[in-house]
């Protein structure tokens, strides 16, 4: 059972639009939030992230959105760049105790035009 | 910064035989990290280990073990390889309170 999914297998935008990316949960017990950004032959890194306990993160062009009641999030990115060009991943985190276990999504992957 | 190093980059393997996928991490962290990524599915988790000699399975198990004798080195194997087991594998380390470093991955490809 898939508990974070995202729907959208890939997305183009046009370089200086935005580009927003979705992410829905299942487990109402994840309490944080994170996006990881990968591209090919490379490990994914670190985006942004958001605690349970907000509705927004903001970094640069990066913007995270949470919407604990519709269980749904979503990764905006203004101005796209064509080197945000990846494949973008959701994760959640259901408290860290002692493993700090992740769960990830699909994987969305976002073509940026130039 | 923290460095998660995987020892291959690509390896080809053929059906039946024994895999070890190795994993370093520099930061003295006690939690490690496999998973495996394949198109359409995702980041999944094989096994994961808290501490040295410590290790659960993930959400995909079956075919894989681990073994994790120093608390740097976190080493994936597969015991009889097989053909669905082809697909890129990523180590992890965690760092922080909820944050994963993960290594470059190793494509593996099982003939």
């Known amino acids: 059972d898939q508990q974070v999914k995202q729907n959208s297998p890939s997305l183009s935008v046009q370089e200086g639009r935005i580009s927003i990316l979705n992410c829905d949960y299942t487990?109402?017990?994840?309490?944080?939030f994170l996006w990881y950004k990968k591209y090919p032959a490379e490990g994914p890194t670190f985006l942004i992230s958001?605690?349970?306990?907000?509705d927004k993160n903001e970094d640069g062009r990066f913007t995270v959105f949470l919407n604990k009641s519709a269980k749904h999030l979503s990764l905006h990115i203004v101005p796209s760049q064509p080197g945000d060009s990846a494949v973008y991943f959701c994760a959640a985190s259901a408290g860290s105790g002692n493993t700090g276990k992740l769960i990830f999504g699909q994987g969305t992957t976002l073509q940026v035009k130039p | 910064d923290v460095k998660v190093t995987q020892s291959s980059r690509y390896l080809v393997k053929r059906t039946g035989e024994k895999v070890f996928l190795e994993c370093v991490q520099d930061?003295?962290?006690?939690?490690m990290f496999w998973y495996r990524q394949d198109p359409g599915l995702g980041l999944r988790l094989i096994y994961f280990?808290?501490?040295?000699?410590?290790?659960e399975k993930g959400d995909i198990p079956e075919g894989y073990s681990v073994s994790r004798e120093k608390k740097e080195r976190f080493s994936l194997i597969l015991e009889s390889a097989s053909t669905n087991q082809t697909s890129m594998y990523l180590c992890?380390?965690?760092?922080?309170?909820?944050?994963?470093?993960f290594g470059s991955g190793t494509r593996l490809t099982v003939v």
């Open positions: 992890a380390s965690r760092t922080g309170w909820y944050g994963y470093t």
């Open positions: 958001i605690s349970s306990i907000k």
């Open positions: 280990s808290y501490d040295v000699k410590m290790k």
């Open positions: 487990n109402s017990m994840f309490d944080y």
């Open positions: 930061m003295d962290h006690e939690n």
